[in-house]
T-cell receptor, first 115, second 112 residues
Framework: GAVVSQHPSWVICKSGTSVKIECRSL??????MFWYRQFPKQSLMLMATSNEGSKATYEQGVEKDKFLINHASLTLSTLTVTSAHPEDSSFYIC???????????FGSGTRLTVV | GQQLNQSPQSMFIQEGEDVSMNCTSSSIFNTWLWYKQEPGEGPVLLIALYKAGELTSNGRLTAQFGITRKDSFLNISASIPSDVGIYFCAGQRETSGSRLTFGEGTQLTVNP
């Protein structure tokens, strides 16, 4: 079946630094990648949608200069949290969409803690 | 983005009991998906529904796509301790392309 590999699974960083999260589709090509954030005991909130080779579309209220998304190939998308602050601490999850039988495949998530 | 109305928020049941949860919306959906999420993990797909009225089973799980296309339910029969987790509905709205809207989740606790 379809697998999305997300790394790292957890990261602790200092305030003001940047963190990059990677999502790779291992055995299929993802035309679209979605990035979500999830706070404790809450649902997944869509941050942005990215299509390979084009700029990401951000949801209302999500700062595009803070959450940089790159989708350079059909198998790799990255989310960079720039100048991270404690309020950026959250669980970030990617999801690859193919539109076919695999539909949506989620990564295992990245727990970001900013200290 | 908008969220679906999912209920109940939490359930505490005894092993062997049946469980039912549902999602409703004022919007029309083309696809309904049910996921389970365990702590520190991403959601895992349980059941996908693509047509109004569709009733689909996956082992002890059964889900239905409402006739109005605005709701869906998930039933779990004869619950076991490993059913513990958070269950989310998610829908692909008619007007939102491939973007998914998620419900608020149902936290299920199963007492042995």
């Amino acid at each position: 079946g379809a697998v999305v590999s997300q790394h790292p699974s957890w990261v602790i960083c200092k305030s003001g630094t940047s963190v990059k999260i990677e999502c790779r589709s291992l055995d299929f090509q993802a035309t679209t990648m979605f990035w979500y954030r999830q706070f404790p005991k809450q649902s997944l909130m869509l941050m942005a949608t990215s299509n390979e080779g084009s700029k990401a579309t951000y949801e209302q209220g999500v700062e595009k200069d803070k959450f940089l998304i790159n989708h350079a190939s059909l198998t790799l998308s990255t989310l960079t949290v720039t100048s991270a602050h404690p309020e950026d601490s959250s669980f970030y999850i990617c999801s690859a969409y193919t539109g076919g039988i695999y539909g949506y495949t989620f990564g295992s998530g990245t727990r970001l803690t900013v200290v | 983005g908008q969220q679906l109305n999912q209920s109940p928020q939490s359930m505490f049941i005894q092993e062997g009991e049946d469980v039912s949860m549902n999602c409703t919306s004022s919007s029309i959906f083309n696809t309904w998906l049910w996921y389970k999420q365990e702590p520190g993990e991403g959601p895992v797909l349980l059941i996908a529904l693509y047509k109004a009225g569709e009733l689909t089973s996956n082992g002890r799980l059964t889900a239905q796509f409402g006739i109005t296309r605005k709701d869906s339910f998930l039933n779990i029969s004869a619950s076991i301790p490993s059913d513990v987790g958070i269950y989310f509905c998610a829908g692909q709205r008619e007007t939102s392309g491939s973007r998914l809207t998620f419900g608020e989740g149902t936290q299920l606790t199963v007492n042995p």
